[in-house]
């Protein structure tokens, strides 16, 4: 398993490029924008792309979600629970003072316990509701190596906010410690924005964690 993580779009949107480069297959997680960039090291790698896939919906994280889809034909797909905030995308454009994107063919098909396919690829669906109602964490086993595509649910020192449409602070809350500490303390999680980190760095000193 091989997997670029680019900083993307006026944000900069951590988009990861998950790829199994024996089968030149790809997974595509939150083509947040710079379609020219992600193009650029997709051609480089030499894969196709099989899915795109987005750990939710705000318009930071699906910036060239339709050109990407143009150029490859993936299927691309959100929770359900977070349709209501494509269908916002014109708002939340404005909000950040950028570009609508252009809408893309999005199926709701990330659910609980789905799981996303390309080559030998394997990416485990957790609906991980609080940022977003349909924010999903993207989880890959490795050999003994686990890894989590976080979105903006986890970062490191910090949890994503809750206070634009449909978030839900208690929920955040519940799905880290119910869904992502649960994973072995050595589990890499690349989180929405920023850096990396572990579910145990997180679990000692993050300080949205700590027990009350
Ligand atoms: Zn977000
Ligand atoms: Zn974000």
């Known amino acids: 398993m091989h997997v670029e993580t680019l900083a993307v779009g006026p944000?900069?949107?951590?988009?990861?490029?998950?790829?199994?480069?024996?089968?030149?297959?790809?997974?595509?997680?939150?083509?947040?924008?710079d379609y020219d960039e992600i193009d650029r090291r997709l051609r480089a790698l030499g894969v196709a792309v099989d899915a795109i896939v987005?750990?939710?919906?705000?318009?930071?994280?699906?910036?060239?979600?339709?050109?990407?889809?143009?150029?490859?034909?993936?299927?691309?797909?959100?929770?359900?629970?977070?349709?209501?905030?494509?269908?916002?995308?014109?708002?939340q454009a404005a909000l950040i003072g950028t570009d609508v994107p252009e809408a893309a063919d999005v199926d709701g098909a990330l659910g609980d316990g789905r799981t996303v396919r390309a080559g030998s690829l394997e990416l485990a669906v957790l609906h991980t509701p609080g940022h977003t109602p349909g924010s999903c964490c993207f989880v890959a086993r490795d050999g003994g190596a686990t890894r989590v595509f976080a979105g903006d649910t986890l970062f490191r020192g910090?949890?994503?906010?809750?206070?634009?449409?449909?978030?839900?602070?208690?929920?955040?809350?519940?799905?880290?410690?119910?869904?992502?500490?649960?994973?072995?303390?050595?589990?890499?999680?690349?989180?929405?924005?920023?850096?990396?980190?572990?579910?145990?760095?997180?679990?000692?000193?993050?300080?949205?964690?700590?027990?009350?």
């Open 54 to 91: 987005h750990t939710h919906t705000h318009v930071d994280h699906v910036g060239c979600t339709a050109e990407l889809q143009r150029a490859t034909g993936a299927a691309a797909s959100i929770h359900e629970g977070d349709r209501f905030l494509y269908e916002l995308l014109p708002v």
């Open 158 to 212: 910090g949890i994503g906010r809750t206070d634009l449409w449909g978030g839900d602070h208690d929920a955040i809350l519940r799905s880290i410690r119910q869904r992502l500490l649960t994973l072995p303390d050595d589990a890499l999680v690349v989180t929405g924005h920023g850096p990396s980190t572990t579910v145990g760095s997180e679990r000692a000193r993050n300080p949205f964690l700590r027990d009350r």
């Open 11 to 33: 944000l900069g949107c951590n988009c990861s490029i998950v790829a199994d480069l024996e089968a030149k297959r790809a997974i595509v997680i939150d083509p947040g924008g």
